[in-house]
């Protein structure tokens, strides 16, 4: 199992660009999360899809756009990139949502994708 | 909505050490306290939680523990390795029907 996969790992983009970030997931988990770290700030949640075919939107989920493709892929769209939107982001999953605490609510990290908005 | 703060923001020890990393909470309905590690250049991973029906938790030489009446809860590592530095981040939930909220993180170096 590769686990929670993201692409791509780095991008440069200039102020105003698009660009869509990719996860998918093996483990056949059905909520999916994107998160944004920056430093001093630990990590906050942009956008969450607690089953395939909804979406929720987080803590930071201004300028962001989210789509649950299918049950193993979740993307996250930034329409007109902002310097502000300079950050590290990371995709999670989790075989349940949080409505509960047992370990089905663990929740799994891809590697991260480094995106620079000059 | 749900607060949590976390001290320090940097440690040091040297090998063979203890390690403790706290965080306090702000929402007295979270129970759900999970503690991740992340490494260089690579996502957080769940190295342990706790539920609020219990104290105390331990996984060989990690533990974590909880005082619900102060809100606060805390990682304890022991005989800390090399292999240990990286950055620790405390969370906590409500579980139901809410997001998971991270602290800011604690940058751990484990000098030889």
């Known amino acids: 199992n590769a686990g929670v996969t993201q692409t791509p790992k780095f991008q440069v983009l200039k102020t105003g660009q698009s660009m869509t970030l990719q996860c998918a997931q093996d483990?056949?988990?059905?909520?999916m999360y994107w998160y944004r770290q920056d430093p001093g700030m630990g990590l906050r949640l942009i956008y969450y899809?607690?089953?395939?075919?909804?979406?929720d939107k987080g803590e930071v989920p201004n300028g962001y756009n989210v789509s649950r493709l299918n049950k193993r892929e979740f993307s996250l769209r930034l329409e007109s990139a902002a310097p502000s939107q300079t950050s590290v982001y990371f995709c999670a999953s989790s075989l349940k949502g949080w409505g509960g605490t047992s370990p089905a609510n663990e929740q799994f990290f891809g590697p991260g994708t480094r995106l620079t908005v000059l | 909505g749900e607060n949590v703060e976390q001290h320090p923001s940097t440690l040091s020890v040297q090998e063979g050490d203890s390690a403790v990393i706290k965080c306090t909470y702000s929402?007295?309905?979270?129970?759900?306290f999970p503690w991740y590690k992340q490494e260089l250049g690579k996502g957080p991973q769940l190295i342990i939680d706790?539920?609020?029906?219990?104290g105390e938790k331990k996984d060989q030489r990690i533990a974590v523990t909880l005082n619900k009446t102060a809100k606060h809860f805390s990682l304890h590592i022991t005989e800390t390795q090399p292999e240990d530095s990286a950055v620790y981040f405390c969370?906590?939930?409500?579980?139901?029907?809410?997001?998971?909220?991270f602290g800011t993180g604690t940058r751990l170096q484990v000098t030889l």
């Open positions: 969370a906590a939930s409500t579980g139901t029907a809410s997001k998971l909220t």
């Open positions: 706790i539920r609020s029906n219990v």
């Open positions: 929402d007295s309905a979270s129970n759900y």
């Open positions: 899809s607690a089953s395939e075919g909804t979406t």
């Open positions: 483990m056949n988990h059905n909520s």
